[in-house]
């Protein structure tokens, strides 16, 4: 429903979303700062969710926002009645490395679950996750490269360590759970798989899991079933032909197939996961679903949904495919600038705040637009969002209604441009090179290019 002036519960800013999902002293009530603290719990957390709606500002910056836009956040302490509290980043800092994370955890998933609760379940009152996984790379500090080693190559070890993360999209909010995190690569390495059976047991009972085949293998099915959802994976080819040959087929036409099967380990899965009980099994059905480019989507699921219904459930993932980028990308969450394991998993998790606070701010603009939340651009509103709230002067809580309708008008306007017939498939971007070494070499080769192949000279 379109917002209005007087939905005073949907026009609220940012600040005070988040104090009506957390009261202000609950935190920290978890975690008491001292009689004196202007950084306290609250406000810490607060601003490091800050930082990342402003695409990773500067500690320093961030302070200086706080002062001139937002001082009736901070406590009423001596130093800001008689103006003598430092601008610069120092004592902010403190406050930083000071918050414990499971006070920062229990932050980040009452925001989630309270966005969450409030958008309408999916099938058959679930609610369903898409689960996307995806890495960042770090700081290279010593803490971080022996927690995230870095990648190899035929020059041996690179610098940079490398996370990889798994984030479960709500589907009906968008919103993202906090993700979970392991070692890309060196001998305490995980997998999207692995994270993913570590991830289902947090989701919410009977939920619906979409995954493609990065995930599609028997342990997360298995893992998933018994954490008590269901499960909708995509297969390789190369997994779902073994399956098929077991299976009883029981429907059929129109190019979709469908197939019963109990699904059971094979050895090669029993190796890899020597923990499954020796009974491991689930129910399942496969479906063969005709794409219009020519191929074949191969489906394993224990919903009971024929194959055409599963192939448009399965669809709905593609909803959230760039929704991880939004995270990753805009809001600068691949250039954490943090040095230690702790304060890496900190900042991850605020960038998940304000992520899904950007996502609820985005469903009201396209509710007041009445377009589906994915045909705003995630960055036009972000900017609208950061420019007409955050940086914005303070100002009477009587008068954020309409500073919040004029916010979301502007939102609204923030509209993809549709383009019939065109096809943007999914790629790999190159990253941004981080070595200074292969810096070096590119401006050699380029500035030798130059010299053997000289532009011509320009008549005068």
Known sequence: MPATKTDTHELTSAIETLQEMIQADELDRLQPSGPAAVYTTMVTIWMMTMQRLGGGKSLNAVVKDVLAHSRDLLPNNRRLREGTLSETSGAYAEARSRVELKTVEFFANRVCDSLIDASPSWFNGRRAFILDGTTITLPPTPELQKAFPPATNQHGDTVWPVALLLVAHELQSGCALPPEIGAMYGANNTSEARLSETLVRRLPASSIVLADSASGIFSVAYATVQA?????????KSRFKPLRRQAALV???????????????????????????????????????????????????TLPVDAQQAGEFYRRRYDLEHDIRDVKV??????????????????????IVAYNLVVQFRRQAAALAGVAPRRLSFTGVWNTFESF??????????????????????????????????????RAHPRRPKSTKFMKEISAKNAKQKKENPLPETPK
């Not at 197939?259 to 899965?269: A, I, V, Y």
């Not at 129910?283 to 020519?294: A, F, I, Q, S």
């Open 251 to 301: 429907a059929e036409g129109d190019g979709y197939k469908t197939w019963r099967l109990r699904w059971t380990p094979s050895g090669k899965d029993r190796q890899s996961h020597p923990k499954l009980p020796e009974d491991a099994a689930v129910d399942v059905w496969l479906h063969e679903v005709p794409l219009d480019n020519g191929e074949t989507m191969y489906l394993v699921t």
């Open 389 to 426: 709230l955050l940086t914005q002067p303070p100002c009477a809580a009587a008068d954020w209604p309409s500073r919040y309708e004029g916010a979301l008008q502007v939102a609204s306007r923030d509209k993809l441009p549709n383009r019939p017939g065109r096809s943007y498939p999914r």
């Open 228 to 236: 008590g959802h269901e499960v909708l994976f995509r297969l390789t």
């Open 330 to 351: 805009t809001l600068k969450t691949e250039s954490i600038r943090a040095k230690s394991v702790s304060m890496v998993k900190k900042e991850l998790l605020t960038s």
